[in-house]
């Protein structure tokens, strides 16, 4: 039990959090920040934290906001960057990272979050947490800003697996669904296949195939299904949820993340260029504020890995204290939510159709 208290996190009616401490590329200060922060906006949560106890009990001391709210679990060894998930998994049991797990595990928190390796982390939550029944390869959902009423579409696979064959992606469309129902509130959520083109005769014959399987599952788990779509609609308003392989899921994520980036910078630039653009940029000011907080990938911070016996989240490695604070938030959420119980109700009522049959019954021509 940690230095400040025995079951200080999991006082009545409150959600509890286990939060790997260590991994992430600003440390544990950035970690302890971002749950003061959280723990300021929502007195119903509570936190269970995981790392070095000498490191992390001056850090969570010079916080009052989490005065009451952190049990402490000593874990000496850190899960790096570097490091490769197999040995890990064979060598983990000390790390913070294998300990938060076992915190979900056990029934003492409800959400792990993470900022560390990503690779470890999914292998070390598939065997700790293992799958849900009848789910054949878990994927992390991640949040896209897009132009719908709320905000942020869901992309997945964004990296948890590099493969996916039909089936997989017919299992990511329905957890994309239950996501975007429990952590959107949308009630029938559109669903979108990534494809080279819209056309139905198009892309490789899995994602023909997850097509047909798709669009027959759809009347059953209460989706609509949009059909193909490009990458031009990940910030769209087509769908809501775009499914795709781990492969090109990552490779969309991290260019966006880029393109970004990119525009930053020459936004930055071009207001520097003279005085006249830098007055320009004075009286642009609330307006560019308003654009930044809803491209801020700190704001969307947060992968959810669907398909586990348990809700992981991952957060982006270099996260600060508001990347942090918005995983937590987006962990509580789904807490609260009950989601994983949902979703592991809403994988067991949709179990696939024949391959060879479509939405309405009739063979595939």
């Known amino acids: 039990m940690g230095a400040l208290g025995d079951h200080t996190a999991g006082s009545a009616g409150r959600i509890t959090i286990s939060v790997d401490a260590m ?20 007195p119903d949560i509570g936190f269970i934290l995981h790392g070095p106890r000498d490191k992390l009990e001056p850090l969570v001391a010079r916080r009052r906001e989490l005065r009451g709210r952190v049990e402490i679990r000593d874990a000496r060894e850190v899960v790096s960057m570097d490091d490769k998930p ?32 990503t690779g470890a982390l999914m292998l070390m939550s598939v065997m700790r947490l293992r799958k849900l029944p009848g789910i054949y390869r878990p994927a992390i959902a991640v949040m896209w800003p897009s132009q719908n009423p709320q905000e942020h579409n869901i992309m997945l696979d964004g990296g948890a697996d590099i493969r996916a064959d039909a089936k997989d992606l017919m299992q990511y469309a329905l957890m994309g669904a239950s996501y975007a129902r429990n952590g959107f509130g949308l009630a029938r959520p559109r669903i979108g296949l990534l494809n080279v083109g819209t056309e139905e005769h ?28 490009e990458g031009r609609d990940l910030p769209g308003t087509v769908c809501d949820v ?90 509580f959420e789904l807490a609260q939510s009950r989601f994983t119980e949902r979703l592991a109700a809403r994988v067991a009522a949709a179990a696939p159709l024949d391959e060879d049959t479509t939405a309405e019954g009739a063979p595939r021509t």
């Open 23 to 42: 991994g992430g590329d600003q440390g544990p200060a950035a970690v302890v920040a971002g749950m003061a922060r959280s723990a300021v906006k929502n």
């Open 86 to 117: 197999a040995q890990i998994v064979r060598h983990g049991r000390d790390t913070s990272m294998w300990s938060a797990l076992e915190s979900v595990r056990a029934g003492e928190a409800s959400v792990c979050v993470s900022c560390g390796n």
């Open 202 to 229: 198009k892309g490789r014959a899995e994602l023909r195939e997850a097509h047909d399987l798709i669009a027959a599952n759809a009347r059953i788990a209460d989706f609509e299904f949009v059909g193909f779509v």
């Open 242 to 331: 775009i499914v795709t392989d781990g492969f090109t899921g990552n490779v969309a994520l991290k260019t966006g993340e880029g393109i970004a980036k990119l525009i930053a910078d020459l936004l930055r630039e071009a207001f520097n260029y003279s005085p006249l653009s830098r007055l320009a940029a004075l009286l642009a000011y609330t307006s560019l504020q308003r654009m930044k907080k809803r491209v801020d990938p700190r704001r969307a911070n947060g992968g959810v890995f669907l398909g586990l016996n348990g809700t992981v989240v991952k957060s982006h490695g270099a996260a600060d204290a508001t990347g942090v604070s918005s995983a937590i938030k987006l962990a």
